[in-house]
């Protein structure tokens, strides 16, 4: 008795015979860092945020270029209006977002059902936080310093990143159906 | 394709990195598995993984046509061929028995062999004809495929497969000692 061997490999699940190869634990995390390498630049729309801070740094950096040059600034009242204002506009970018980001914070806390996940992005937050409240130290020394202002900028906008990405998976897990399409 | 699927894509496409990571945990299994036809676990693992980000950079390709499973599938085993082109295998050698192959397509073997057996026999065949016997009896390409995954010429994809097909039988026929037809 003979057989085709093309009949063997026809009708059955097509992973039965070599083995279960298991994926290793940290995969995962391997890929995430893959991801974002790969996405070095990912393109994103360009938010009211995005916006907001360009305006912010053309502000500071007009506001520091009139008060770093002395001759354009003679009157000490003028000197001491436009160190105001430095602090003054870093302070209302701060405010802005710090509204956001609580804001995103309670729908985060109204969504996640998971405490775990829950206690872990507090935890990255206060991280976020305390780095940014030693930024703030090195910015009262030295206001001049754009690096960093963009800093904490950019330390605002990472938290409030991540917890619109966090919901956006939470989105999408509970909408997940069960109609998975077949690979083969 | 289930809307919530088509729905990861799309997000996908615009760059959302959720959606990417939601593909990834759908499909990362299944086509590690399928690497691991090919190559060793580490090395499936990186070709898997380096697939996905190439799915990921060419997702405006996908032509909903085909399901998104045989689109990615297919990258990951093009992602796998060029792994071991890296180690230097030559799947396009030619030597002076290339032939106009006469259409003896039998893969008839005994009847008492199992599928086990018969893929022992397959990983026992030289790679060039081991990868083109996998590509066409496991993924169930035809040679205008694997020439294409293969880059090379219909005339050789056809040579490779059969000469792994008859080595394949004669291995099956020694270790097995049953006859082939």
Same mark, same amino acid.
């Given at each position: 008795m003979s057989q085709d061997i093309r009949d063997l490999f026809k009708s059955d699940a097509? %992973? %039965?015979?070599?083995?279960?190869?298991?994926?290793?634990?940290?995969?995962?995390?391997? $890929?995430?860092?893959k991801l974002?390498?790969?996405?070095?630049?990912?393109?994103?729309?360009?938010?009211? $945020?995005?916006? $907001?801070?360009?305006?912010?740094?053309?502000v500071l950096f007009m506001a520091l270029a009139f008060w770093l040059w002395p001759s354009a600034t003679p009157k000490a009242k003028v000197y001491v209006a436009q160190k105001l204002s430095v602090e003054a506009q870093?302070?209302?970018?701060?405010?802005?977002?710090?509204?956001?980001i609580d804001h995103e914070w309670q729908r985060f806390l109204s969504l996640a059902k998971d405490e775990q996940l829950v206690e872990r992005y507090r935890k990255?937050?206060? +991280? =976020?936080? +305390? +780095?940014?409240?030693?930024?703030?130290?090195?910015f009262k020394a030295n206001q001049h310093n754009v690096i960093v202002i963009e800093s904490l900028v950019e330390n605002l906008q990472t938290r409030l990143r991540m917890l619109k990405e966090i919901q956006v998976h939470i989105?999408? =897990?509970n909408e997940k159906t069960t109609t998975d399409e077949a690979v083969f | 394709m289930s809307k919530h699927l088509n729905q990861l894509i799309s997000l996908s496409k615009k760059g959302n990195e959720t959606a990417m990571l939601q593909l990834y945990d759908r499909y990362g299994a299944a086509m590690f598995r399928i690497a691991n036809r090919y190559l060793n676990e580490e090395d499936a693992k990186d070709a898997m993984q380096e697939g996905f980000l190439k799915a990921f950079k060419h997702l405006d390709h996908f032509e909903p *046509?085909? *399901?998104?499973?045989?689109?990615?599938?297919?990258?990951?085993?093009? &992602?796998?061929?060029?792994? @071991?082109?890296? #180690? &230097? @295998? &030559?799947?396009t050698e030619m030597d002076a028995e290339t032939l106009l192959v006469l259409d003896d397509d039998n893969w008839k073997v005994e009847s008492t062999l199992t599928k086990k057996e018969v893929l022992a026999s397959i990983e026992r065949l030289p790679m060039k004809y081991r990868v083109v016997v996998k590509l066409y009896l496991l993924e169930g390409y035809d040679h205008d495929e694997i020439?294409?995954? @293969?880059?090379?010429?219909? &005339? *050789?994809? #056809? *040579?490779?497969?059969?000469?792994? #097909?008859?080595?394949l039988q004669d291995l099956l026929k020694n270790t097995y000692n049953v006859t082939r037809y």
């Amino acid at each position: 008795m003979s057989q085709d061997i093309r009949d063997l490999f026809k009708s059955d699940a097509p %992973d %039965d015979y070599l083995g279960s190869h298991q994926l290793p634990e940290n995969h995962r995390e391997e $890929f995430i860092q893959k991801l974002k390498a790969s996405r070095a630049r990912p393109q994103r729309k360009l938010n009211p $945020f995005y916006l $907001f801070k360009l305006a912010a740094m053309l502000v500071l950096f007009m506001a520091l270029a009139f008060w770093l040059w002395p001759s354009a600034t003679p009157k000490a009242k003028v000197y001491v209006a436009q160190k105001l204002s430095v602090e003054a506009q870093v302070e209302t970018v701060e405010r802005q977002y710090l509204a956001s980001i609580d804001h995103e914070w309670q729908r985060f806390l109204s969504l996640a059902k998971d405490e775990q996940l829950v206690e872990r992005y507090r935890k990255k937050l206060k +991280d =976020l936080d +305390d +780095d940014y409240q030693s930024m703030t130290k090195q910015f009262k020394a030295n206001q001049h310093n754009v690096i960093v202002i963009e800093s904490l900028v950019e330390n605002l906008q990472t938290r409030l990143r991540m917890l619109k990405e966090i919901q956006v998976h939470i989105t999408i =897990l509970n909408e997940k159906t069960t109609t998975d399409e077949a690979v083969f | 394709m289930s809307k919530h699927l088509n729905q990861l894509i799309s997000l996908s496409k615009k760059g959302n990195e959720t959606a990417m990571l939601q593909l990834y945990d759908r499909y990362g299994a299944a086509m590690f598995r399928i690497a691991n036809r090919y190559l060793n676990e580490e090395d499936a693992k990186d070709a898997m993984q380096e697939g996905f980000l190439k799915a990921f950079k060419h997702l405006d390709h996908f032509e909903p *046509t085909a *399901t998104f499973g045989a689109w990615l599938k297919r990258i990951i085993i093009n &992602q796998c061929i060029d792994m @071991l082109k890296k #180690r &230097q @295998l &030559q799947f396009t050698e030619m030597d002076a028995e290339t032939l106009l192959v006469l259409d003896d397509d039998n893969w008839k073997v005994e009847s008492t062999l199992t599928k086990k057996e018969v893929l022992a026999s397959i990983e026992r065949l030289p790679m060039k004809y081991r990868v083109v016997v996998k590509l066409y009896l496991l993924e169930g390409y035809d040679h205008d495929e694997i020439s294409h995954i @293969l880059n090379m010429p219909i &005339q *050789t994809s #056809r *040579t490779h497969l059969r000469r792994g #097909r008859l080595q394949l039988q004669d291995l099956l026929k020694n270790t097995y000692n049953v006859t082939r037809y």
